[in-house]
């Protein structure tokens, strides 16, 4: 460690330091342990209700695929009712409509996969390692307009920062940068 100072000497200096500072030390722990907690219980919060509100989502759609049938002769009885008139004017708006934004979700979904394609592949040229889970982060952020890059951007900046460097972290930045002037 020092090799002008004998270990004894700085072991003693160690045990003096921290009993004269204890009470400091115990402070910042106390202190930080606590906020470290509330943070993690935040997050656990906020993973919990996106998840259950996800599995409600898709229960609720899977529960309107199984029941497309009925949707759609009671959808078709609008025609024949008071509510006819109603009905030819809005259904032909909202067949467009639906074909628009399911356009769109496929277009997002070819984007995304082609997205993290080639973002997995500029990793694996870096030789980044847990290429697999920081794909499957880019996949999902990639359905999050705009925001989605920086939040996919940062696990992977993090991982080339503390396994290489900031040479590392900065070619991972330009192959992001590169990766998303293609897409």
Same mark, same amino acid.
């Given at each position: 460690?020092?090799?002008?100072?004998?270990?004894?000497?700085?072991?003693?200096?160690?045990?003096?330091?921290?009993?004269?500072?204890?009470?400091?030390?115990?402070?910042?722990?106390?202190?930080?342990?606590? $906020?470290?907690?509330?943070?993690?219980?935040?997050?656990?919060?906020?993973?919990?209700?996106?998840?259950?509100?996800?599995?409600?989502?898709?229960?609720?759609?899977?529960?309107?695929?199984?029941?497309?049938?009925? =949707?759609?002769?009671?959808? /078709?009885? =609008?025609?024949?009712?008071?509510?006819?008139?109603?009905?030819?004017?809005?259904?032909?708006?909202?067949?467009?409509? #639906?074909?628009?934004?399911?356009?769109?979700?496929?277009?997002?979904?070819?984007?995304?996969?082609?997205?993290?394609?080639?973002? $997995?592949?500029?990793? @694996?040229? =870096?030789?980044?390692? /847990?290429?697999?889970? &920081?794909?499957?982060?880019?996949?999902?952020? #990639?359905?999050?307009?705009?925001?989605?890059?920086?939040? #996919?951007?940062?696990?992977?900046? =993090?991982?080339? &920062?503390?396994?290489?460097? @900031? /040479?590392?972290?900065?070619?991972?930045?330009?192959?992001?940068?590169?990766?998303?002037?293609?897409?």
């Amino acid at each position: 460690l020092l090799p002008h100072i004998r270990m004894p000497v700085l072991v003693n200096a160690i045990i003096i330091f921290l009993s004269f500072h204890e009470s400091s030390l115990q402070r910042l722990l106390r202190t930080n342990v606590v $906020g470290g907690l509330k943070l993690c219980k935040t997050l656990v919060d906020y993973c919990t209700k996106l998840v259950v509100s996800a599995a409600v989502s898709l229960a609720f759609s899977f529960l309107v695929v199984f029941d497309l049938p009925n =949707l759609r002769r009671g959808a /078709a009885s =609008l025609r024949r009712s008071r509510l006819g008139f109603a009905y030819e004017e809005v259904v032909p708006k909202l067949v467009s409509f #639906s074909k628009i934004v399911g356009t769109a979700f496929e277009v997002q979904l070819l984007i995304a996969v082609l997205n993290t394609l080639f973002t $997995g592949a500029g990793m @694996v040229a =870096l030789g980044l390692p /847990a290429v697999g889970f &920081l794909s499957l982060i880019v996949l999902i952020c #990639s359905f999050i307009p705009v925001a989605g890059i920086v939040i #996919s951007t940062l696990p992977i900046c =993090l991982v080339a &920062l503390s396994e290489y460097g @900031v /040479a590392k972290m900065l070619a991972v930045l330009a192959m992001v940068f590169w990766v998303h002037a293609a897409e």
